[in-house]
C-alpha cells in the first residue's frame, strides 16, 4: 500500500505542466576577474604593474624579519623580506591600484614612519580560498 501511494505522487509530480525557468546573469566584470585569475593559475610568476608599501630597508636581516613579524601580527595583508643588495627591505601588501594602497598606508605611516608607496611589478596578489 504504501508503495502504491508513493507511487501515486510521484506520478502526480511528473505529470504536472509547470516548468519552472531559472535566469542567470552576471555581474558587470566578471569576466575580467575570471580572465586574470586564469592568467595567474597558468603563469603563476607572471607579474602586472602595481603598488605596495616599503616598511623596511636596512641591512640588518633580523631586523628585516622582526619588522616583517611585527606587521604579520597586527595586520592581515601580504608581506616579505627582500634581499636587495645590500639591504634587506620589507614590503607590505599587493594592490593594483594606488587608491587601494593608500588606505593601508595611511592606516600604518603613524606606526612605520619611513614607510612609503612603491609603484613596481607586483606578483598576482595571493587568490582568497574561503
Known sequence: ???LIFLGVILLCCASDNMAQVTVSKPAGLDGLIYSRTAQ?????AKIEGYHILIFN????KRAESVKAKFDAEYSHYSEVVWDEPNFKVYVGLFKTKFECMSLYNEIKNKYQTAIVVKDKIQYPPLNDE
Open 1 to 3: 500500500m504504501k508503495k
Open 41 to 45: 593559475r597558468k603563469h603563476p610568476d
Open 58 to 61: 636596512g641591512d640588518n636581516r
